[in-house]
């Protein structure tokens, strides 16, 4: 089936469904989440209702993306990292175009309860921590005796998460042993399962609630759920930097990550102020350097990049 003839289905089975879905529907990442849901309840306060958001995961929420362009799929998705080339396969499938927005900066935070012990840590130490290699620490004093005398338990986020995504990449395959990542680079990101690594679900708020009740416990999330409980976490130094607006926005932090929200274009001129919700999310008012996400976490993309993501808008 050629692309044109995929197009001409989708306009003409969205048309006779133009009724289907009369509510922006929106997926995806959980560190994003916050953030759409924002622009969401702002956008509602306008004649348009509100759009639905669901936390379902980066890798979630692609699949959900790319299913097809029939009203009853997502209108766009949340992600906490860029669209993989397989799921962009998926979404040429089954005939789905998109528009990809950058909407700001995170860095990933190394978290524990406040009050706890303090860590300032390597990208290897915390491969060697969680990896699944020969030699298994059961103690972060068994690692580097600088390192607290104290069990290894660190919450990390499930295989469909990005944040999962982006942490193998800039901590577990960067921090790799030389060793293992020449023979099978692959091993770098397989993680431990005697328990010193548990997988935890996408909801960040409840990995908050654990490292507070659990002294020992460590955990894996976007800055904006550490900036908003700071009274309550505290984030470990990496490669000796401290993680911060500043140190984000100008990756200094080597732990930062850009966010994406991926809206469908097939759907736009038929789901009810999607076009409108789409200009609302890139305005200035929502994303610029004062924009009210910023007042939540988002770190703000430079001027350069903003203006770049406003005129994918027109």
């Known amino acids: 089936m050629t692309r044109l003839i995929q197009v001409l289905l989708a306009v003409l089975f969205i048309s006779s469904n133009l009724f289907a879905n009369e509510q922006i529907k929106i997926v995806g990442s959980s560190t994003v989440y916050p953030f759409t849901t924002v622009v969401a309840e702002q956008f509602g306060k306008g004649k348009f209702k509100t759009p639905v958001v ?150 960040d708020t409840l990995l908050i609630q654990k490292v507070v009740a659990e002294p020992e416990y460590f955990a894996i999330l976007g800055f904006s759920y550490l900036d908003n409980a700071k009274d309550k976490i505290q984030a470990a130094t990496i490669e000796g930097k401290t993680i911060s607006l500043a140190s984000i926005q100008s990756y200094e932090y080597p732990v930062a990550r850009p966010l994406f929200v991926y809206f469908k274009k097939e759907h736009i001129a038929v789901v009810p102020g999607l076009d409108k919700f789409i200009k609302t999310y890139v305005s200035s008012r929502a994303i610029g350097p004062k924009g009210y996400l910023v007042s939540k976490g988002l770190v703000p993309l430079d001027k350069k990049t903003l203006d770049e993501m406003v005129k994918r808008t027109k």
């Open 54 to 203: 669901e936390s379902t995961g980066t890798g979630g929420g692609m699949k959900l993306f790319c299913a097809g362009v029939d009203l009853t799929t997502p209108s766009a998705t949340n992600a906490s990292r860029a669209i993989k080339e397989k799921e962009a396969k998926l979404c040429e499938k089954n005939g789905v175009s998109y528009i990809e927005i950058m909407i700001g900066n995170d860095g990933i935070a190394f978290i524990n309860g406040r009050g706890n012990v303090q860590m300032d840590v390597t990208k290897e130490q915390l491969w060697q921590a969680m990896a699944d290699k020969g030699s298994k620490p059961a103690r972060w004093s068994d690692i580097d005796p600088s390192l607290p005398n104290q069990k290894i338990a660190i919450l990390t986020p499930p295989a469909t998460s990005g944040t999962r995504d982006a942490w193998n990449e800039l901590v577990m395959m960067e921090g790799c042993a030389a060793e293992v990542k020449k023979a099978n680079k692959e091993e770098c990101t397989i993680l431990r399962e005697d328990g010193a690594v548990i997988e935890a679900g996408e909801n």
